[in-house]
């Protein structure tokens, strides 16, 4: 069985200034924190002979390819991307960059904001542009209707709120 794995779809080229930020903090700290302490113990650990045997060579030199994948990423990822620093002409519209407030058919609220696929977090409430959610969100207005469909189950959301600030 082969390790072929197929090209994942390439996500939409675009971030907010504050994941922008975290991108290049991210890359700094790895290439001029990081690496250097892990070159330094891999250096010490080859001194002490046989590499074959040595797990903190071998690790080290692990930890080096990881480091060294992360950095040629990001460095190739911030310079294909497009930071969303303006705000929308028509704020009541849904676009990249939003705080959108859904209301599905209970009453229950729900906050999500619309960021590149880079900045995720779940636990802040940010969801990917890429995202089936993010899609049938982008370009409605204000009290318009959303059907998403989970595992054969639709749910319907009302757009109470959007805003483009931080709440």
């Not at 969100?137 to 749910?155: A, F, N, P, S």
């Amino acid at each position: 069985m082969g390790r072929y794995r197929p090209p994942t779809p390439r996500s939409a080229p675009y971030i907010t200034p504050e994941g922008a930020k975290s991108l290049r903090e991210e890359l700094q700290q790895l290439w001029k924190v990081e690496r250097p302490a892990v070159t330094a113990a891999v250096h010490e650990a080859a001194k002490n002979g046989d590499r074959s045997e040595n797990g903190d060579y071998i690790y080290g030199k692990r930890r080096l390819r990881e480091i060294d994948r992360r950095v040629r990423y990001l460095s190739k990822r911030l310079d294909e991307v497009t930071i969303v620093d303006r705000l929308p002409v028509d704020k009541d519209k849904v676009f990249f960059g939003a705080w959108v407030t859904l209301e599905d058919d209970n009453g229950e609220e729900l906050r999500y904001r619309i960021v590149g696929a880079d900045e995720i977090n779940p636990a802040g409430k940010k969801i990917s542009i890429d995202s089936p959610l993010a899609k049938q969100l982008l370009g409605k207005r204000l009290d318009d209707q959303v059907l998403l469909t989970i595992e054969g189950k639709q749910t319907s959301y009302i757009i109470v709120e959007v805003i483009y600030e931080l709440p």
